[in-house]
C-alpha cells in the first residue's frame, strides 16, 4: 500500500511564503516524475510545477520566478517552496507522484490561502 503524506500549507498574508513537503511510502517502485497541482473553487485541478527523477523541473507561466520544486530521492519527497504568494494562489495543493509500471499516486490535499 502507498501513501502520500502532504505537510505545510495553511495560511499566509500577500506577498508570504509557505513550504509544502510531500512524502511517499509504502511499496513503491522507482519513483519517477514528482510534482505538485492545484485546484481552486470552480476550476479544473492544474499543474503548478513538476520534477523528474534526474531534477529537470518545469513551471507553470502564473508561478515561474516565485514556486521552486525540489526533491530528496532518497526519502522520496518532494516540496514547494512559494515565495510572494498571491490571492490568486488560493487553492488546494496536491502532490502527485508518478512511478514505474504506470502506477500514480495522489497525496490527501493541504488547503494554502493568501488573504489580500
Known amino acids: 500500500q502507498v501513501q502520500l503524506v502532504q505537510s505545510g500549507g495553511g495560511l499566509v498574508q500577500t506577498g508570504g511564503s509557505l513550504t509544502l513537503s510531500c512524502a511517499a511510502s509504502g511499496s513503491i517502485f522507482r519513483i519517477n516524475t514528482m510534482a505538485w497541482y492545484r485546484q481552486a473553487p470552480g476550476t479544473q485541478r492544474e499543474l503548478v510545477a513538476s520534477i523528474s527523477r534526474g531534477g529537470t523541473t518545469t513551471y507553470a507561466d502564473s508561478v515561474k520566478g516565485r514556486f521552486t520544486i525540489s526533491r530528496d530521492n532518497a526519502k522520496n519527497t518532494v516540496y514547494l517552496q512559494m515565495n510572494n504568494l498571491k490571492p490568486e494562489d488560493t487553492a488546494v495543493y496536491y502532490c502527485?507522484?508518478?512511478?514505474?509500471?504506470?502506477?500514480?499516486?495522489w497525496g490527501q490535499g493541504t488547503q494554502v490561502t493568501v488573504s489580500s
Open positions: 502527485f507522484v508518478s512511478a514505474m509500471f504506470g502506477s500514480n499516486y
